[in-house]
């Protein structure tokens, strides 16, 4: 019984995921995000006189949370979230929600945002500037949750952007958070 050959095809291996990938990840990483999540601002009451809010953070396939701040409308997270970045033109989501013991966890508002323009002010490859110098600033919008002008800023020898966001679908409710670029040794880069 003769058996016909059939022609080779080039596999790729799988990655951690079980997901065949050609490229590695150092290959597209362009480095890393770090979102530090500062607080929150007269967020909405989900509980009975207060909520017990957290952060979750999302791009792409990355999800990544804060702790839960138990008991309130103004918590302080201080909290720093690093997301890997393949793709600045991804928007990144931020969702509030409130932590609940015996039931789903309440939706306390959502916000976008991009980092393009970030991007775009690491990619001048400044240096040598006087701490506090700002290089670029974002109006609020119709286009983005900001609730006030973000300021870009070159600040101790690293470009770090301010970010208050207007939480949507709520009646209430901001988030501050501010973003700070982390290269990495074997990673594409900018």
């Not at 770090?34 to 957290?54: E, F, H, M, Q």
Request: charged content about 30%; overall charge positive; hydrophobic content about 30%.
């Amino acid at each position: 019984m003769a058996t016909e050959a059939s022609p080779r095809r080039k596999r790729s291996s799988p990655d951690k995921s079980g997901r065949s990938s050609s490229t590695s990840l150092m290959e597209n990483l362009l480095g890393l995000l770090r979102i530090r999540v500062k607080r929150g601002v007269n967020l909405a009451v989900r509980d009975v006189r207060s909520s017990d809010p957290y952060v979750v953070i999302k791009m792409s396939r990355q999800k990544l949370k804060t702790r839960v701040i138990k008991k309130d409308v103004n918590p302080e997270w201080n909290e720093d979230l690093t997301l890997s970045i393949t793709d600045p033109n991804h928007p990144i989501q931020l969702t509030v929600y409130d932590h609940d013991t015996f039931s789903k966890d309440d939706k306390m508002g959502d916000a976008e945002f991009e980092i393009k323009s970030y991007i775009d002010a690491l990619r001048m490859n400044l240096s040598g500037l006087p701490s506090g110098t700002i290089v670029s600033r974002i109006q609020p919008s119709r286009q983005n949750c900001l609730s006030e002008e973000s300021c870009i800023t070159w600040t101790e020898g690293k470009m770090i952007q301010d970010l208050c966001l207007r939480l949507r679908n709520v009646e209430c409710g901001e988030v501050e958070i501010q973003l700070q670029w982390i290269d990495l040794p074997g990673s594409k880069g900018l």
